[in-house]
């Protein structure tokens, strides 16, 4: 019996009992080496930057990840710069890896990037969110120094989309840059720098779930070698659930798709907030009795389904989902945040309540979708297909190569559910988009038939462009930027009857609420554009929105624009230049708006009880309403330690006239929820003067509550 056969029967004999035991891989030779430190970078195109002997030492000293927009694209500057940035490293290749094969990984620079590694042109990426990987084995030296370079250009190119969108462009490396070290016989990091493994589970129910792994194997040496594909599937605890095995011949210099499939029974399911359960697979290369290579990847049995009456369902029970969307900017960093920033998103999407979150605009970092998986929040992920589009094979080309990296790089987390291949993507002037809308929901059906497609739109309900996706969505926004509020319902109503057989969500609706500027009766609608944009008109929207959303299960989808405050270089409104003010949380992440309340009442189970206006001290009037935000039983409010009574609720509103006298006044809420209370206080102080309070005085209070809050997060 050859070797080789031989190790088949026992890794078949250890399968057999593998099921009551713990998987403890043994060490990866694959080493994934961070290149983020000691990079120099200089914001201008420099003349054959990619020389060896360039002298590079008047740049500026970097860590990545980096971008040249932080400032200037956050300051509402239309003119920050879009052009070309040089980066350039050393790095020694220790010598104990000679003989492995070498990949050089970004993962994420924006737009056009080329690298180039001892003078050597490795190629360039066109596109700026997803990772893209080369080859440098050719040209890396071991136990030298080695110089890589890279051009990157945020310009605008009318073959790439984006063409134009309501964010800032931050040019650069604004994600890691890894050097991968492989045994020349390896998972292939070169599919559109996906995994290299994909994790496709179909027929999912409580009782059984079908599997099928597929694996990309590279023989990059000159003659045929046998190997053994071992994919070991463990549940949470690391106990083997079971365990595939291939024997494959792989030609000299090729690449192979390797399929394994099996049935698991009983899966324990990924079942969003509530049991976010994670297997794991570790698929395993192994020559010669010894292990080469390994990749490890998340998996979660679940299934979905729509329902065009009845919305969307999680493992057969309808599920809620109701959620934010998100960009991945952070005020001074732009989108070179740091992991830590991303965990304070999401503690804030776990403390709302947040069943799902919408992508926006475009593929984000590998640690969101993980974060996603482990919480257990529904993700709806897209390409950044907006406003326009150009009438091109290479603009075409593009925007199927983005869709196409998306899905591979992506395709095994279990947290999202559907591909988003446009966003308001008929604004005129400009071609029609309908032939590359119909391609790319084809496309996308075609690269993972086990989720589906959506868009986001914002035109009229009969544009063919709406209607070519499995799941269709819309952005609204009456009451902002048209219509009026209380219009929502109607029209909800209309589409739905118009079009009975479609899934119809909302992708979109939210308003401007600035902290700093206030109004005591927030009825009037203030100019989206302008720079009056009251906290109280934001709170009255979200609550009349999401009461007519809430009573109309058909929707599939509804998500809040925006989770925080975001840069958008092109903007003047607000308090602040260069920001889109929608957000529940403000840009800096240290302040909840009152909305955020309105929707943690509506979406958690905890008892919580809010006062609403804990930013606005300085009220207007001494008489007003006070309003709560609660999902209480009952609400008690005290004014001054006096009782005003209490209150009951059937949509998480709760509102007392209060006269304030006096100069200080302290306003208690106690929210009973059977034997549980929680309690929220604040201090609001009567006006000076008598009489209403005039918009004059609610911008001097805007500026003088501005600087103590600057002033308290310094």
């Keep these: 019996m050859s070797r080789i056969y031989l190790q088949i029967v026992l890794f078949a004999m250890f399968a057999l009992s593998a099921a009551a035991q713990s998987y403890q891989p043994p060490a990866n030779p694959r080493q994934n080496l961070n290149l983020d430190s000691g990079w120099k970078f200089i914001r201008a195109d420099v003349p054959d930057a990619q020389n060896l002997s360039l002298d590079d030492s008047s740049w500026t000293s970097i860590n990545l990840p980096h971008t040249w927009n932080n400032t200037d694209g956050q300051e509402g500057n239309t003119n920050y710069y879009r052009g070309i940035g040089w980066y350039r490293t050393h790095y020694i290749v220790n010598k104990h890896l000679k003989n492995h094969r070498f990949f050089l990984k970004f993962d994420g620079s924006f737009l056009v990037t080329d690298v180039y590694v001892n ?64 045994d020349p016989v390896q998972i292939s990091p070169l599919d559109y720098s996906s995994p290299g493994v994909y994790l496709q589970v179909t027929n999912v129910s409580s009782n059984s779930a079908n599997l099928q792994v597929t694996t990309i194997v590279s023989n990059s040496l000159s003659k045929t070698q046998t190997i053994i594909l071992r994919t070991v599937i463990a549940d949470a605890e690391t106990n083997i659930v079971t365990i595939l095995t291939n024997v494959v011949s792989l030609p000299p210099e090729t690449v192979s798709n390797v399929v394994a499939a099996t049935t698991v029974t009983s899966p324990r399911l990924w079942n969003g907030l509530s049991d976010p359960y994670l297997y794991q697979t570790f698929t395993e290369v192994w020559k010669n009795s010894k292990m080469i290579d390994c990749v490890k990847q998340p998996l979660g049995f679940r299934y979905c389904s729509v329902d065009p009456d009845k919305g969307f369902f999680l493992n057969g029970q309808h599920y809620d989902l109701h959620g934010v969307s998100m960009h991945q900017d952070w005020p001074g960093h732009g989108w070179a945040t740091t992991d830590a920033e991303k965990d304070t998103n999401f503690m804030l999407l ?21 974060m996603a998986d482990k919480n257990g929040i529904i993700v709806w992920t897209e390409i950044p297909l907006i406003n326009h589009i150009t009438e091109s094979p290479e603009f075409y080309a593009s925007a199927k190569q983005q869709l196409t990296e998306l899905i591979h790089q992506r395709y095994n987390h279990p947290s999202i559910v559907c591909w988003g291949i446009f966003n308001e993507i008929t604004l005129r002037p400009g071609p029609r ?8 929901a084809k496309l996308g059906a075609q690269e993972d038939p086990t989720r589906f497609t959506t868009s986001a739109a914002n035109a009229s309900d009969d544009e063919p462009s709406n209607w070519y996706t499995e799941l269709n969505a819309i952005n609204k926004y009456f009451g902002w930027y048209n219509g009026k509020l209380g219009e929502f319902g109607p029209w909800a109503d209309n589409i739905h009857s118009n079009y009975p ?84 949380v403000t840009y800096d992440r240290q302040t909840r708006k009152d909305a955020f309340y309105f929707y943690k009442a509506n979406w958690t189970t905890n008892p919580m009880v809010y006062i609403t206006g804990h930013t606005f001290t300085n009220r207007l009037t001494n008489t007003i309403t006070a309003k709560i935000y609660a999902n ?33 006044n302290t306003v208690t809420a106690i929210g009973s929820e059977g034997t549980a209370q929680v309690e ?35």
Aim: proline share 6%; charged share 20%.
């Design 119 to 182: 003078g050597a042109y490795l190629g360039e990426h066109k596109g700026g969110f997803a990772a893209f990987t080369f080859d440098v084995t050719p040209y890396l030296k071991v136990g030298k120094d080695n110089v890589i370079a890279v051009k990157v250009n945020n310009a605008p190119n009318p073959d790439i989309p984006p063409l134009s969108a309501d964010f800032t462009f931050f040019g650069g490396l604004y994600r890691n840059v890894h050097l991968l070290a492989t």
């Design 350 to 370: 776990k403390e709302i309540g947040a069943t799902a979150i919408r992508l926006s605009h475009y593929e984000q970092s590998d640690y969101v979708y993980r």
């Design 433 to 440: 988009p309908v032939r590359l809308v119909s391609e790319l």
């Design 501 to 584: 057989n479609r899934c119809i969500g909302v992708s979109e609706y939210g308003a401007g609420g600035s902290i700093y500027q206030h109004s005591e009766d927030p009825v009037r609608e203030p100019e989206n554009n302008g720079h009056y944009h009251p906290e109280e008109y934001e709170n009255l929207y979200h609550e009349i929105h999401w009461q007519q959303m809430q009573a109309r299960p058909f929707l599939w989808c509804k998500f809040v624009w925006n989770m925080f405050d975001f840069a958008v270089a092109g903007r003047d409104e607000g308090d602040t230049p260069g920001r889109n003010d929608k957000g529940l």
């Design 632 to 664: 209480c039983d009952s609400v008690t409010l005290y004014l001054n330690g006096v009782s005003q009574g209490a209150r009951t609720s059937t949509n998480c509103i709760f509102t007392w006239p209060l006269v304030l006298s006096g100069e200080t």
């Design 680 to 714: 929220d206080s604040l201090v609001w102080l009567a006006p000076p003067l008598k009489g209403e309070g005039s918009l004059a005085s609610n911008k001097r209070q805007s500026v003088e509550l501005k600087k103590d809050l600057t002033e308290r997060t310094q």
